[in-house]
Structures are given as structure tokens and as C-alpha cells.
């Protein structure tokens, strides 16, 4: 097995009284997509708040390439190689698409490497390249997906986090953002995606863990994953029951 760049133990977090994540356990090796599939309020979005802090640890380990990151503030935690795609993208509206990768990058600003990064961000995703001098809030929503995904790749990570990148966007643009996720992986990025297909999601990841009120229900390979009768019928729309 290889050596794993994420691993969560036990894991707790939660807002005020309310358990948000119920001490989970996952691991994400070198190299791979794992999805986290759930409903609405599984604690997907909790999990990947505290992997970059933004979230209090109540109990548990979170470690990043054999290292803790327990107590690692946020700034830290992204030095190290975290970078988070949140949900509703958080692009910087006022500013053109030039500035909003320039912002990406900084924590890593050597000349030579950054202008590397952003020709691999800009034929990853050829319509930023179209719009580097737009403002990035005038932009379509399948575009500010594409600028959100290449402002993260600007800070050259190691660990990838993408919470729900398909939302609210068109079926083509989804299958755009998709096939540009699987490029990245190949160049051996590590991945730990949120999605709210579920379809999708266990097409595209190697493994997946499904979450239910912030505890881990199933876990396990993709494919075993899609053919399991709970998964079916509770996330693919499957009737289950003949």
C-alpha cells in the first residue's frame, strides 16, 4: 500500500453544541482521488473545514504526509501544501482573472516557477487564457470554477480539496470541470473530493467514503461502491427493490 498523504483518525468537529463529524477515519494515498459522498449535513464540507483549520479540532489526528497538522493555523496549513476549492468558488469578483491566479500563488512566488504554474493553470483551462484581463465577477459560473481550481493549483499543492465543484453549473461545463479534474490527478496531485453527484463522483474516484450524520457509513473501492444496494438506493436513484 502506498504511503498515505492524508490520514484522519477519529475525528470530532463541530459548530457550538451541534456534532457536525462524529469521529471518522479516512485515508487518502499519494497520488489518488477519494470522493466523500453523503446528504446534505453529512459533514462533508465540516471534514474538509478542519484538514485547513477553518474548523476547531474537538477530538481526533489529522495528518498530512505523516505529519500533524493538530494546532497548524490555516496559513500553515496551506504552506504545507493544502489547498481547499470551497463551495461557491470565493472568487475575488472585482479583480481580473490575472490577479485572482497572482493571489493563488502566495506563498510560492519564485518568478520562473510561477509563470510555469499559470501556463500548466491556463492549458488546463484555455478560456481563462481568453479572459485573463476580465473581471473575474463577470465571468460565467462554469468559468470562476475553472479560476477557482487554477487559483488552488497556483500554490503548487500537494493535497487538492474540491467541495462540490459541480454546483450549480451545466451538464457540459460539469463534464468540462470533470475531465480537467482527472488531468490534474494524473499529474499526480492528490485529491479529496466533495460532490453532490454522487453518480459522478464514483465515476471519477478510485475510492469513496459515504457519510452519514457525520459518521462514516461505507467506504471502500468506487465500484464496489456503485453496485452496493444502499448506495443505489439512497445516492444513485436506483429502485432496489425487486
Known amino acids: 500500500m502506498s504511503e498515505a498523504a492524508l490520514a484522519i483518525r477519529d475525528l470530532r468537529v463541530g459548530y457550538g453544541g451541534i ?11 499519494r497520488g489518488e482521488i477519494v470522493t466523500l459522498i453523503g446528504a446534505n449535513g453529512a459533514g462533508k464540507t465540516s471534514t474538509l473545514k478542519a484538514i485547513v483549520g477553518l474548523l476547531p479540532l474537538r477530538s481526533g489526528q489529522i495528518e498530512l504526509f505523516g505529519d500533524s497538522l493538530r494546532g497548524v493555523p490555516t496559513h500553515g496549513i496551506a504552506r504545507r ?5 470551497p463551495e461557491g ?3 475575488f469578483g472585482n479583480l481580473s482573472v490575472a490577479e485572482n491566479l497572482e493571489l493563488g500563488a502566495f506563498s510560492k512566488r519564485e518568478p520562473a516557477a510561477l509563470t ?16 485573463l484581463e476580465q473581471e473575474s465577477g463577470t465571468l460565467s ?3 470562476q470554477q475553472m479560476l477557482a481550481i487554477g487559483r488552488a493549483l497556483m500554490s503548487d499543492p500537494k ?8 454546483l450549480g453549473l451545466a451538464p457540459k461545463l460539469v463534464e468540462q470541470i470533470f475531465e ?12 479529496l473530493l466533495v460532490e453532490q453527484n454522487t453518480r459522478l463522483a464514483l465515476e471519477t474516484a478510485s475510492r469513496g467514503y459515504v457519510l452519514v450524520t457525520g459518521e462514516v457509513a461505507l467506504s471502500g473501492d468506487c465500484a464496489e461502491l456503485r453496485r452496493d444496494p444502499r448506495v443505489k438506493g439512497a445516492y444513485l436513484g436506483e429502485d432496489v427493490s425487486a
Not at 19 to 29: H, N, P
Not at 159 to 166: G, H
Open 180 to 191: 480537467a479534474i482527472v488531468e490534474i490527478a494524473k499529474g499526480g496531485l492528490t485529491i
Open 89 to 91: 468558488r470565493a472568487i
Open 116 to 131: 510555469a504554474r499559470r501556463e500548466r493553470v491556463l492549458r488546463l483551462f484555455p478560456r481563462l487564457a481568453e479572459r
Open 141 to 143: 459560473g462554469g468559468e
Open 81 to 85: 501544501g493544502v489547498a481547499l476549492v
Open 159 to 166: 493535497l487538492l480539496l474540491l467541495d462540490e465543484p459541480s
Open 19 to 29: 456534532a457536525a463529524v462524529k469521529g471518522i477515519s479516512l485515508e487518502v494515498r
